[in-house]
């Protein structure tokens, strides 16, 4: 695995691809593999339903090591009646205990489970990388330690919601019913779980098929934490278990992240039902360069835009737009810097981009990739090494893009780059408006002005200025348009789980 | 563009024809606020025949009593067309007596307004919060100003007695004062900067969630209207707005009230009509970005939401029977606001030393 993966230093024609004079080949990287033993993997998961780590009466199905295709544990799936248990444990774990408690005894326990995923980081990591295949540097350096971050954050919360902004005595909801997708699973689980508790709110939610390790990591954390049983409740499971879950008669207010497809969908079902949903849906963001732009710093904006996770990412900077009087210096760095990225084995702290996280995935990337050739644009590969092993898809982008495309329409959600052209800041506008999405988007300029005015003109939930993907728990994140409603992070994150629908002043909510 | 708007009401109420027999507000206007809502509507127009006869007698013609009378139409991108459909429906005061016919707008007269609205929602969201402000307060002003107008048209098309009338009529003015307020506040109130862990500057604001269909509610065809209209306003939002079916008069007036107030044309449309009929083309129309359900309830209020899915719309439903006499929340407000948050490396103030990015 590692000699496929080790990659050169550099390659290809870029400024940086001279040898050391004097020696006959080129520099390489050895292989700085993390110790998978630190992932303390078991061979068989639980469930997690009041506060026990319990069977589930779905069978026992694999997860896969994405990046080897083996197996790497069992996980005992639930059933129906097992998310009917669970929520029965929610309810009575809300009214028996979480909403009695006072709001700095909740936020002490939220305090407990930030430390205790920073305690055991590391091991989170390892699990993470193995079950998602994304590199082991992402885990370590993004996802856990932002993962804690979100309780640290949203433990304060808890004896502060009178100050939220949504009245002087604001209502938790009840039970929540989540679903959380499989780009960043432990990252996705403290962001829902950290404001619903935060709030007042207990818990059922279901990971990922594909990585359900993580959290049930979190779950023996959230138990050595002491968190009152039947707070949390983990149902593992595919679509089926989730679409019973957010139409569960028991809850009270339903989160999803994941595809505008499977959005709209439970976004029908609810209506009517007076259920609060929050929906984090698909984006197609445009990264915009002006011929002003910092043009390196550009450069690894746009690598990190839509290689950050192999591009499993909803606000992937996934459209390039570049000012056509800078597009062949752009394309140019661009490619120098792609060939420079390692491919490959997930747990080696060289990695720049992982394993995709499916077969299921993988296909839908190669398919819609296919789709850009055969609607006339011009695919250019990374010349990197592709493991014969693994679910893996080399750096890819396309130029000579239209809009009407495809591949600069549809969510790709893997490492493909779709470059667009424009000539004026409007046209620019226009262009990165025109998507029914709107998650995120990117502006590269030394002006001052132009960002702020790109900034209000986009319409998208997040705008990165010379910089891209940054996440923290103190600011918002979520959609307009079809990427979604509802908000993460911040003091509108916790909208999301208080009763802020009374009309008038004096219903509480003001 | 507030001259062409006034000059288009001028030139419209120039040019609109006496129908049988709508309330003359001019005569209305005057009366005293005694009678019963029936009595009163059924002595005007007794008076209005008896003018008539009068009229028809007169010696020279020059100058006429016989009062004018206003076609009900629809308010589209600031102007005041018929439905295209050439559809109109008979409008019954409280007690059943024919007051008007209205306009009954078609699935063209919803997709008009919804251009409309987003061609007038760029420059409306992009006015300055000062400037918002005034022109709210503006009709705020101007509903002032025809306040015996209102009064009379809720007696009449509703049944109020005088006093719940005016009651109604000050606390939409009340209301509409109250978001002229709110403009320059809410970014303030919703808004963040976001003390990241890392060397940037983020901050979070609430902005317009775009064009918003409202369904007004049916039976309160003035406050309602003004309680829904206002908070979607506010914030820079742009509004298509089907008003009461069987109540639609005081929102067409109140459209004359909106055309002279500075609003720019096209940010609040208004279209009478079946909610019914109007309903599912607004809910699965592509450019329209949210929905509030106020007026509509039961099965209809459900397969709008439901249809509203296809496009990921935001939809406000109040809980339960919202009473707008009492002090408005902010949950109006925040349901048409998405929060969108601005990242930017802070970096090093001399930019030596390498990248700041």
Redesign the interface.
């Known amino acids: 695995m590692a000699d496929s993966t080790r990659a050169l230093a550099r390659r290809g024609s870029g400024s940086g691809g001279s040898v050391t004079p004097g020696s006959a080949a080129p520099w390489e990287y050895a292989p700085a593999p993390e110790s998978a033993a630190s992932g303390r993997i078991k061979p068989r998961y639980q469930m997690f339903v009041d506060g026990r780590f319990v069977d589930g009466r779905g069978g026992d199905v694999p997860t896969i090591n994405p990046a080897t295709e083996g197996e790497l544990a069992q996980v005992s799936w639930a059933s129906v009646d097992d998310v009917d248990d669970a929520v029965r444990a929610a309810r009575r774990a809300y009214n028996t205990v979480w909403s009695k408690m006072s709001g700095l005894a909740r936020g002490k326990y939220l305090f407990r489970i930030a430390r205790g995923i920073a305690e055991r980081s590391r091991e989170l990591a390892v699990v993470e990388t193995l079950d998602n295949g994304k590199p082991i540097k992402e885990s370590r350096d993004a996802d856990i330690p932002t993962a804690a971050a979100h309780f640290f954050y949203h433990a304060g919360w808890a004896d502060k919601l009178q100050h939220a902004g949504f009245g002087p005595h604001p209502k938790a909801l009840g039970v929540a019913g989540q679903v959380i997708p499989w780009n960043f699973p432990l990252l996705m689980a403290a962001w829902k779980i950290a404001p619903a508790l935060a709030a007042g709110n207990t818990v059922v939610i279901k990971p990922a098929e594909s990585t359900p390790l993580s959290i049930l990591v979190l779950a023996e954390i959230m138990q050595d934490a002491g968190l009152p049983e039947g707070v949390v409740n983990i149902v593992t499971g595919a679509g089926d278990i989730g679409a019973y879950l957010v139409n569960h008669p028991g809850i009270d207010k339903v989160a999803f992240t994941g595809s505008t497809a499977v959005g709209k969908l439970i976004q029908q079902s609810l209506a009517g039902t007076g259920k609060k949903v929050t929906l984090e849906l698909g984006g197609k963001a445009a990264n915009i360069v002006f011929d002003d732009a910092p043009i390196d710093q550009a450069v690894e904006g746009i690598v990190n835009g839509i290689f950050f996770n192999q591009g499993h990412v909803c606000c992937a900077g996934s459209r390039l737009l570049v000012q056509e009087s800078v597009e062949d210096e752009v394309i140019s760095k661009l490619r120098d810097r792609i060939s420079t990225l390692r491919l490959g084995d997930p747990m080696d702290k060289n990695t720049d981009i992982g394993a995709i996280n499916s077969a299921e995935q993988l296909s839908k990337i190669t398919e819609l990739s296919a789709a850009g050739d055969a609607e006339g644009a011009h695919r250019w590969t990374s010349p990197c090494p592709v493991p014969d092993k693994g679910f893996f898809f080399p750096p890819t982008v396309f130029t000579d893009v239209s809009q009407s495309m495809r591949i600069a329409r549809e969510e790709i959600f893997g490492p493909v780059l779709s470059v667009l052209t424009f000539r004026t800041p409007d046209e620019a506008v226009a262009k990165a408006n025109n998507t029914p999405y709107g998650l995120s988007a990117g502006v590269w300029t030394e002006k001052g002005s132009r960002i702020l005015g790109m900034a209000g003109a986009l319409r998208a939930g997040v705008v990165w200025a010379n910089t891209f993907n940054r996440f923290d728990p103190t600011a918002a994140f979520g959609g307009y348009k079809e990427s979604g409603f509802g908000r993460e992070g911040g003091r509108s994150g916790l909208a999301a789980y208080l009763d802020t629908d009374s009309d008038t002043a004096d219903e509480g909510a003001a | 563009m507030a001259q062409r708007r006034t000059s288009t009401a001028a030139k419209d109420a120039a040019t609109a024809a006496p129908t049988k027999a709508a309330p003359a507000t001019a005569t209305s206007a005057n009366r005293g606020d005694k009678a019963g809502a029936t009595a009163r509507t059924a002595s005007r127009r007794t008076a209005s025949r008896r003018v008539s006869a009068d009229a028809g007698g007169g010696a020279n013609g020059v100058i006429s009593a016989v009062p004018v009378l206003k076609t009900y139409k629809l308010y589209i991108g600031g102007k005041f067309p018929r439905s295209e459909s050439g559809r109109t429906y008979p409008v019954r005061g409280s007690s059943g007596e024919f007051l008007a016919n209205a306009a009954q707008a078609s699935r063209k007269d919803a997709r008009d307004a919804v251009v409309a609205a987003r061609k007038a929602f760029g420059g409306w969201s ?1 006015a300055t919060a000062y400037n918002r402000g005034q022109v709210i307060y503006r009709i705020a002003e101007m509903l002032q100003g025809r306040r015996a107008q209102f009064v009379e048209l809720l007696m009449t098309a509703e049944g109020y007695g005088a006093k719940a009338a005016a009651a109604a009529v000050d606390a939409s003015i009340d209301r509409l004062v109250h978001y002229a307020g709110w403009t320059d506040k809410l970014a303030q ?2 808004g ?1 900067s ?5 060397p ?1 500057f ?1 901050f ?1 604001t609430p902005e317009p ?2 064009v918003v269909a409202a369904f007004a509610p049916q039976d309160d065809s003035l406050l309602g209207l003004v309680s829904v209209i206002a908070p979607i306003i506010t914030s820079g939002n742009a509004a298509v707005v089907v008003t009461s079916e069987a109540r639609p008069l005081p929102a067409v007036t109140l459209a004359e009230v909106l055309a002279t107030s500075d609003l720019p044309g096209g940010v609040v449309n208004i279209l009478t009509g079946s909610a019914a009929e109007l309903g599912t083309h607004l809910a699965t129309h ?1 450019d329209i ?1 949210a929905l509030d359900l106020t007026g509509v309830d039961g099965q209809l ?2 397969a709008l ?2 249809d ?5 719309k ?2 406000y ?3 339960g029977t ?2 707008f006499t ?7 407000l ?2 048409f606001l ?8 802070t970096g090093a103030i001399s930019l030596a030393g390498g ?1 700041s ?1």
């Open positions: 992009g109130v919703f963040s976001n003390p990241v862990a890392g940037f983020s979070s969630t775009g592509a970005n209020r459900i939401a439901r509203a899915a296809g496009t990921v935001r939809v439903t109040p809980h919202p009473d009492k002090t408005s929340g902010t949950a109006r925040r349901a998405e929060t969108k948050t601005v990242w930017h490396p990248s990015y």
